[in-house]
């Protein structure tokens, strides 16, 4: 089928990917070709180690990459039984998006919204005509890794729409869950908070980022610490979960750390711009040993 990708960042490229992984021909859309261009490299990247591992055949990374369009027009979109939108967490981006794509989707097509943290409803509510196709469809980094994907409902979501889209999940060989819209649905209202802890407990000089994460591994069994989840993350993406966690409900309990603040200013995102707690060699790039940030 055809599906549409909105966003060829640190998500889009990946849940293209999934989708052309499974054999739908995906159009990629981005606000910039050098964007697409950077999402479809990540994409070439991760099929050419599948191929070198023996996950993947040559001939399959040709046919999932010839399925693969680029575009930085929204009118391309039109024809797609299945949008994802997966742009900046911002929810008047979002909705701007939502009220083109009104006019240019068929009627029957589903929009997933790749939102970590923002109401399904309140994105919904931009399309009236069509908000019970609108539902959350929240992918987990590193999108062509992680199994699970919470599907979940908004207020106006109708049960053909969420049977659809739950099943289609599995089809992408991943493991969906039902949630029912509450701020950071289930896994970004326990693991954020915890970010925002650990950037608390290294800003009071308590320990190192490299402790902090070690004791986090090693005394509560974590696979990555939470300042590697952090950088991994983004942390402009964990401020602006932070910041609907705090909105929502007004609990203290939620307020962003000012230092997470401070790193969004500084431009310190991690992974993505290459140094966050830790450093990276460039841009995504690997991690250099010993680069952990200290605060002046
Ligand atoms: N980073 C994560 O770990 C993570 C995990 C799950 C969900 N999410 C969510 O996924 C979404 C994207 O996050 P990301 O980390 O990929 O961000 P990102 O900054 O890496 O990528 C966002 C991309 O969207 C593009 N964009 C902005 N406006 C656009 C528009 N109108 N049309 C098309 N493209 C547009 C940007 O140019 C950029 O390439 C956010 O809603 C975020 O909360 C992020």
Redesign the pocket.
């Known amino acids: 089928m055809k599906v549409s990708v ?7 490229a990946r849940i293209a990917e999934v989708f052309l992984k499974a054999g739908h021909a995906v159009t990629m ?4 070709e050098q ?1 697409c261009e950077g ?1 479809k490299k990540r994409i070439e990247g991760d099929l050419a180690g599948a191929v070198k591992r023996g996950k993947m055949t040559q001939e399959e990374m040709d046919a999932a990459l010839a399925n693969l369009t680029l575009s930085i027009n ?1 009118q391309d979109a039109a024809g797609s039984q299945f949008v994802m939108e ?4 911002r929810m008047d ?2 909705e ?2 939502l009220k083109d794509l009104d006019a240019i989707l068929d009627k029957d097509c589903i929009i997933g ?6 109401s399904i409803t309140e994105i919904a509510s931009a399309v009236p005509a069509r908000a019970a196709k609108v539902i959350g469809v ?4 590193p999108a062509h890794i992680m199994k699970l994907v919470e599907v979940t409902r908004s207020m106006l979501t109708d049960d053909e729409t969420f049977k659809t889209t739950y099943e289609l999940m599995q089809t992408l060989g991943k493991t969906p869950i039902a949630v029912n819209e509450g701020a950071g649905f289930v896994v970004n209202r326990i693991l954020i908070p915890m970010i925002n802890e650990a950037i608390g407990i290294y800003a009071d000089g308590i320990a190192s980022p490299s402790d902090i994460d070690l004791a986090m591994q090693l005394g509560a069994g974590l696979r990555s610490g939470p300042l590697h989840t952090g950088d ?3 942390h ?2 964990n401020l ?2 932070m910041e609907t966690l705090y909105r929502e409900s007004g609990d203290a309990k939620y307020r962003p750390h000012p230092l997470l603040k401070k790193m969004v200013r500084a431009g310190l995102l991690g992974q ?1 711009t290459g140094k966050g707690f830790f450093t990276y060699d460039g841009p995504f790039g690997k991690e250099i040993p010993g680069g952990d940030l200290t605060i002046k």
């Open positions: 909105f966003g060829a960042g640190n998500m889009g859309i981005d606000i910039k964007f999402g929204r997966v742009i900046l967490e981006l979002k701007d998006l919204t790749n939102t970590s943290a923002l929240h992918f987990f980094n991994l993350v983004g402009d993406v602006a979960i993505k």
